[in-house]
């Protein structure tokens, strides 16, 4: 039950203040911080409760880890946690953002980073691998479900759209708990509640008149918004598409570096809308675009969310959430796989990783200030 005390809210706005402004290394970065924060340090939720909240917001379009600090704050603090969590989660990376663009047009090239990119990388999967660890012991509760996992990364690393996968994993695991229940029982479809939310997912933005800039701004990132599913690189086409192609406002340079911003930063890598605005609109366009893009979240949530305990307690609902679950464990994987392949290149990197590996599982360390000692130790080397 969420707890709606202001010190419960409270407690929301500092951890994911915190997390939006050192969580680095994309979606699976957040995810293995935020399961430290808020299930192994402070236990707001079970690893169950955590990964049914995971598995929920991949099959919903936008920003996976915006989405689950948003369903975190509800889980914490009622609708107001969902707001507090979901701002505050975004408000430090978008500043940065801007903070980043207005040195870009000034100067005509973004800050100098790679440095601490080289020893945070190495770092974060080190803290996504401890997260993995402490959710698959949760989530792997039976062989068919080792045996979905398993299939899952292998579909991921042949190139099988991921939605797909999720999907195929639900029905897996609702077709098995169908067989094996015994005669008599009622069924209910595994997920019947997210279908008509996957299949008007096009329909939140509306188009805008090309005489209100503003107004094209956050339509388009709206639209972007609740549609997206996939990576870094499918946000990339759709920015390619809108904003090179149709409006014309980013020459493919500018949209790189948009890119790029997202990517180096910390906290959503959705804020390359932040970007993309205040280039194009100064102040006003970054916040607008800001909206935009992360709006779509905030209603898919509250529109999901309280569907979850019903899947739970639906005995063939909750077995597939469980197959999205370890399907969701197995994207993780491959996209660890991914990142350990460009972020440990030498032994320095290697060191760093095993170094934090060690501090985060023996000695305990809060995952923010290793991420921070590795930046550090990034500059140093």
């Known amino acids: 039950m969420a707890d ?41 939720l079970s690893h169950a409760e955590f990964l049914d ?38 408000l430090p990376a978008a500043l940065i953002v801007i903070a980043i663009a207005w040195a870009y047009l000034r100067f005509g090239r973004l800050p100098a980073a790679l440095g601490v ?16 660890w402490g959710l698959g012991r949760s989530a792997l509760k039976s062989p068919a479900l080792v045996a979905l996992a398993a299939a899952a990364v292998v579909a991921l690393a042949l190139g ?15 077709a098995i708990r169908l067989i094996v229940r015994s005669p ?23 188009a805008a008149t090309a005489t209100a800039p503003l107004w094209v701004l956050f339509a388009t990132f709206a639209k972007i918004g609740a549609v997206l599913f996939g990576s870094g690189y499918v946000l ?53 675009a800001t909206i935009g893009i992360f709006l779509p979240a905030f ?3 509250a529109l999901s969310g309280p569907l979850i305990p019903w899947l739970r307690r639906s005995p ?17 994987v491959v996209v660890t796989w991914q990142l350990a392949r460009a972020a440990i290149v030498d032994l320095p990197t290697a060191g760093l990783a095993v170094v934090a590996l060690v501090l985060l599982t023996r000695f305990r360390f809060n995952s923010a200030w290793v991420v921070l000692g590795g930046a550090l130790a990034g500059l140093a080397l």
């Open 299 to 301: 209603v898919f949530v």
């Open 236 to 288: 990339l086409a759709f920015l390619r598409a809108d904003f090179v192609g149709r409006l014309g406002w980013l020459t493919e340079r500018q949209l790189l570096d948009a890119v790029a911003v997202g990517q180096i930063t910390p906290g959503p890598v959705f804020t390359t809308a932040t970007f993309v605005g205040f280039v194009t609109n100064g102040w006003p366009g970054a916040v607008i």
């Open 160 to 174: 099988v759209h991921e939605l797909l996968v999720l999907l195929g994993a639900a029905y897996a695991a609702g």
């Open 4 to 44: 709606t005390e202001p010190t419960a809210l409270g407690q929301v706005a500092r951890v994911f203040l915190k997390l939006g402004t050192v969580a680095f290394g994309g979606p699976a970065g957040h995810i293995a911080m935020m399961e430290e924060e808020v299930v192994r340090r402070r236990g707001w």
């Open 316 to 332: 063939v609902a909750g077995a597939a959430l469980d197959g999205v679950n370890v399907a969701s464990l197995g994207l993780m």
């Open 53 to 90: 909240y995971l598995g929920a917001t991949n099959l919903i379009p936008g920003p996976n880890s915006t989405e689950l600090a948003i369903h975190i704050g509800r889980a914490r603090a009622g609708w107001p946690g969902l707001l507090v969590a979901g701002a505050c989660f975004i």
């Open 117 to 132: 990119l080289a020893g945070v990388k190495p770092v974060v999967i080190a803290v996504v691998l401890q997260a993995l």
């Open 184 to 206: 008599g029982t009622t069924t209910t479809p595994a997920l019947l509640p997210f279908g008509p939310m996957l299949a008007g997912a096009g329909a939140a933005a509306g």
